[in-house]
């Protein structure tokens, strides 16, 4: 289990932030944006797969939240909330750009990970490791590209799930969903992901207990 | 036959992720260690957990502008977007800077008299004219002079002839009371020239004087007038330095209270879960 960094603490802590900002505090909501910001960019980003789209949806997410959290009656459902809005906009971009090939939005995102690459000398120990760190780029790059290949609705449950550790509960708050479809929707998600890594040949069958 | 298979994903799902309650884990692992099917596909899905694990992009924080009240808000981050949108936000945000330092500076650009002026503070329009001496006013007194030393000259020349006549008579007498007379006329005349000469001088020197006098005057005026410019332009920007400060103290302490808010809720919530754990 990852170590919970600082951000997702004050995430978890956010309440008074929460409040002040439903109460119409500019300062109070900037903040909330701050601390939010970079997981409803990366829950766009994983649904899309592009910086673009992600950071164009991100941002009409957060012009939505401004103009509605106002009249959020429960503080503590603000995370379902979001993601529900979140979610909603990148269903609403999707339909928006579904003559978009994923072809060449891959094409450009292996441009963009080749760019950020070239940025990323150091790994986790702190030495470059040209190979590692292309292997890693190359392995992100296939999953990202085997989430494409799934349903969108369980994509999105995945990313839910996987990526930015909802609850079950508010999961199916956010999608307008019982608990039971949404487990229901991730467990297949993932037999599908599954599916796509060995159709690509990198399913380790033990791998989870490296 | 369909709820089993949904209760059986309903677990199966729920103990992946660790959202049983005890007692629903409890039967669900005794289930585990009596189906081996189950185990592998339970370990199938932890494998495929561990291997779409997928790192978080980093990026910069935005800065948010809001028009207030519910009606719209701006957001801008570092990397935006990719392309032409980058540079021209860059452009359009030194454009601004530029303005706001222009409009808070009163900053002027002009290209009178054939030269390339900034000014900042405020401006008034100086009437060169008013405070220097004009061409046309330089003339009039040249040509003033010009009468004044012709009119001289001519009475200068009046009178030579005046002399030379007298002279001529003189010499014609030719006997010791003309030539005491001629001496006596030569004395009066070269007094009478003496005196001419320093009159003109004398004129001359008032004119320049009262000249001189004039046009210190006036830049000395025109000086005054420019210092109690500067010095008020100086207590003007003094005074909304002051102002500036005054509002990023206000800021920095609104700041700081929220975050001591915050810091007090955080750290109540994380007393009140390690009070939580040791009960």
Known sequence: ?210 | MLMETRNHEELMMGYLYDELTTDEKEKFEERLSANLELMKELNELKATRSQISLKDKELVDPFMFSSGGSGSVWMATKIIGNGILKPAIGLAASISLLLILGYATNLSISTEYGYLSLSFGKTEKVEIQDQYVTKVQFNKLLRQMDESNSQYSNQFTGFKSNVDMQFASLSAQSNKSGLQEVQKLSSDNARHLSDLASRLQNDNLLFLEKYIAQSNTNQQRLIEGMLVDFSDYLKDQREEDLRSIEYSLQILQQNQELSTQETNQVLASIISKVNSQNN
């Open chain 1, 1 to 210: 289990m990852l170590a919970e960094t600082l951000e997702e603490i004050a995430i978890k802590h956010s309440d008074l932030l929460i409040r002040n900002a439903i109460r119409g505090n500019e300062k109070a909501f900037s903040q909330l944006m701050n601390l939010w910001y970079k997981r409803i960019y990366n829950f766009c980003f994983k649904y899309f797969g592009n910086h673009d789209m992600a950071m164009e949806t991100t941002q009409k997410t957060f012009i939505s939240v401004h103009k509605a959290i106002g009249k959020l009656n429960e503080p503590e459902s603000f995370k379902s909330w979001i993601y529900q809005i979140a979610s909603n906009k990148c269903r609403e971009e999707d339909r928006k750009n579904k003559r978009r090939s994923w072809l060449s939005i891959f094409q450009r995102q292996e441009e963009n990970d080749t760019k950020v690459m070239q940025l990323e000398h150091h790994t986790d120990d702190g030495f470059y490791n040209p190979d590692r760190v292309i292997e890693e780029k190359e392995m992100e790059n296939i999953v990202m590209n085997c989430l494409h290949q799934i349903p969108e609705e369980q994509r999105v449950i995945v990313i839910m799930k996987e990526y930015e550790g909802l609850k079950f509960r508010e999961i199916a708050v956010s999608l307008s969903i019982t608990e039971s479809t949404a487990k229901s929707r991730l467990y297949y998600g993932l037999k599908a992901m599954k599916k796509q890594l060995e159709l690509r040949n990198i399913y380790k069958e033990n791998a989870y207990g490296n």
